[in-house]
């Protein structure tokens, strides 16, 4: 009996020893991202790292339960030296894997502003980019590297261990010695149930329970990684039905089927640029002239550009759906990679089609990346140009695919040979990490110590090369342009937190052969507006579903939504409101407070209840659509 405590005891001393490690790990993703958190008194730091504990151990509990299985069974074979080596390495093996997790998020969490979920997984096998770009992530983030490598010899050489009498040393176990210890075995199992639920009440512990904590934009400091990917696994079906209101009132609050009553269809081609990490801060038009696109500020002079635009997501496999089928993506999963991406969708591509349009989408990315090909498809596009069909290997940056300006001239001939009209979309890859730049431009694009900056004038220049090439076409002035980003380019500066540039991205419309297309426009809009916009613009006048709205309709709704650590933002009339899907947890005058710091939600400003009810009715109608699969107008 003795002999089974010494092994009970030995595994609490190998959990608060993990449980350790665990804390350890927090401490290196808030020092390595110490500026992004620096807004966090001394008090809410420490409050964020004693209860990220609870979060910890619901994922030690989770993802160590053969471990504490093997720990607390009944017999004298867990005396065996053999024995305790094979759970040491199972020890070893398993919490190496998932502090490995932690560890890539000191660094993955600045393009994300997220713990990582486990739609990372399904990313990394769509067409194996992941995989793939191991090594050059080794090669950049090698401290990461050093530090997992510490983190595994002390899991080794720490490991608590003890010697025990020899399985045919030990007292032989009667009848009541098993009883005794199946009775421990449940009083402690039933422990480890609790803890990797993280709560004796009736909900368990979830990503949002962090926000009791923190403010939204810090969960990330209180969770852990291993807790985030664990509590998305299941998640690809994760919304839930809503019934906020009744299917009448809801419709009177917010309906994504839109109508237009216009007349007189205009034929114009239409082309969407898609910008790969292009901030608005990064563009001068837009920053009082300190940015890197001198090009794109003279197209915007002489272009209608919303200057208060936002993205609905903080990925490229978020974005794409966002443009060109209005959709955002409100749960935890990129529409593309959900259980909901069978669903029947219109898009520009499908409603263009009704009309006669050709459409294609263009990535010089590897086929099958990010699933930009099983989109299109699903959207009805009916061609796609990757890698592949691009050809030509001597222009492979080495790392994603195709040089811009050479992707960007591929596709300036390919339009020459569509049949007119066409809808077609290209979205940019260079402005990635790493930020490969051609070798014939490396000095040409140094204008900064920062690689980001660089890649953007080069896909700037790019893009100019693209202009002077078409220019010259017999369609170019029966064109809309149409240019905008995936999304922002995420932490890499370490600057603040959640705010009011997080999101902040251009949108251009611009058509050299309509002279009224001009001007400022400081409304809200977001990505999610451009296809409506399009429609808008073309006198479309059918039914259509888009969680957007038309930017050339003042009447409605000027807003934007996005989703992360799963809250809900909505910005709207320079306020911007957080909710958790149950009650709202955040409200800022990102006018007055663009680092949204000073929460408003106890002062009683009228705006903010009728943020709170758009906000549900949109949730709702997105919840209730997708899982019923009413994504399009029945015709």
């Not at 009848?175 to 075995?185: P, Q």
């Not at 962090?210 to 810090?218: E, G, I, R, T």
């Not at 933002?569 to 409101?577: A, R």
Request: charged content about 20%.
């Amino acid at each position: 009996m003795r002999n089974h405590i010494q092994h009970i005891i030995l595994l609490i001393k190998r959990f608060f020893f993990i449980l350790v490690l665990f804390s350890f790990t927090r401490v290196l993703f808030w020092i390595f991202n110490l500026n992004y958190f620096a807004s966090l008194s001394t008090i809410e730091t420490f409050q964020a790292f004693y209860h990220g504990i609870a979060f910890d151990i619901s994922a030690i509990c989770y993802f160590n339960v053969l471990f504490f299985v093997l720990h607390l069974i009944p017999g004298n074979f867990k005396n065996h030296k053999k024995f305790q080596l094979y759970i040491k390495l199972l020890f070893v093996i398993t919490n190496g894997i998932i502090l490995a997790s932690n560890i890539i998020d000191i660094e993955y969490f600045k393009f994300t502003d997220k713990r990582t979920t486990f739609d990372i997984f399904y990313m990394g096998g769509l067409g194996g980019d992941l995989l793939r770009l191991i090594p050059e992530f080794i090669a950049d983030f090698w401290y990461l590297c050093l530090i997992w490598i510490l983190i595994v010899a002390l899991l080794w050489y720490l490991y608590p261990e003890k010697k025990f009498l020899k399985p045919e040393e030990s007292p032989k176990l009667s009848k009541y010695d098993y009883a005794y210890h199946s009775v421990l075995f449940i009083i402690i199992g039933t422990l480890i149930f609790f803890g990797g639920r993280g709560s004796f009440e009736l909900k368990p512990l979830r990503i949002i329970s962090a926000a009791n904590y923190v403010k939204s934009s810090y969960i990330p400091l209180v969770l852990n990684t291993p807790f985030s990917i664990l509590r998305t696994s299941n998640s690809k079906k994760n919304i839930k039905p809503k019934k906020y209101f009744d299917p009448i009132d809801l419709d009177k609050i917010y309906t994504p089927v839109k109508h237009y009553e216009v007349t007189d269809f205009k034929k114009n081609n239409v082309v969407i640029l898609i910008l790969e990490s292009f901030s608005s801060k990064y563009i001068g038009f837009m920053n009082n002239g300190e940015g890197y696109t001198p090009f794109l500020d003279s197209l915007m002079n002489e272009s209608f550009v919303c200057m208060q635009n936002y993205a609905n997501g903080k990925k490229s496999i978020e974005g794409i759906p966002a443009v060109l089928a209005s959709l955002p993506t409100l749960m935890n999963y990129p529409f593309i990679s959900s259980a909901f991406s069978s669903d029947k969708i219109n898009s520009i591509a499908s409603i263009l089609k009704e009309k006669d349009y050709y459409s294609s989408f263009f990535h010089g990315g590897s086929n099958g990346t990010m699933g930009f090909d099983k989109f299109t498809k699903l959207a009805e596009f009916d061609s796609y140009y990757g890698r592949t069909e691009y050809n030509n290997e001597k222009d492979y940056d080495g790392h994603w695919g195709i040089f811009d300006e050479e992707f960007l001239q591929f596709f300036a001939t390919k339009l020459n040979d569509f049949n007119k009209p066409f809808v077609s979309t290209l979205f940019t890859l260079t402005s990635h990490h790493p930020f490969p730049i051609p070798e014939r431009y490396k000095h040409r694009f140094s204008i900064t110590s920062k690689p980001l900056e660089n890649s953007i004038s080069y896909t700037d220049f790019a893009l100019q090369q693209f202009f002077k090439t078409i220019s010259k076409t017999e369609w170019y002035k029966n064109t809309l342009f149409v240019i905008t980003a995936d999304h922002t380019a995420g932490n890499m500066d370490k600057t603040t937190p959640l705010n009011s540039s997080t999101y902040a991205i251009p949108l251009i419309f611009f058509n050299p052969g309509d002279s009224t297309l001009k001007g400022k426009y400081y409304k809200t809009t977001q990505q999610i507006d451009i296809m409506p916009s399009i429609l808008d613009y073309l006198h479309y006048n059918g039914s259509f579903i888009s969680f957007g709205n038309s930017v050339f309709k003042d009447s409605t709704n000027k807003l934007a939504v996005n989703y992360i650590n799963q809250a809900y933002q909505i910005i709207e009339n320079n306020y911007s409101l957080l909710f958790n899907g149950d009650k709202t947890i955040g409200f800022y005058d990102i006018n007055k407070d663009s680092s949204m710091v000073v929460n408003l939600m106890g002062n009683n400003i009228p705006v903010k209840n009728e943020m709170e009810l758009k906000l549900k009715a949109i949730i709702q109608s997105y919840n209730n659509r997708m899982l019923e699969n009413r994504l399009t107008v029945k015709k």
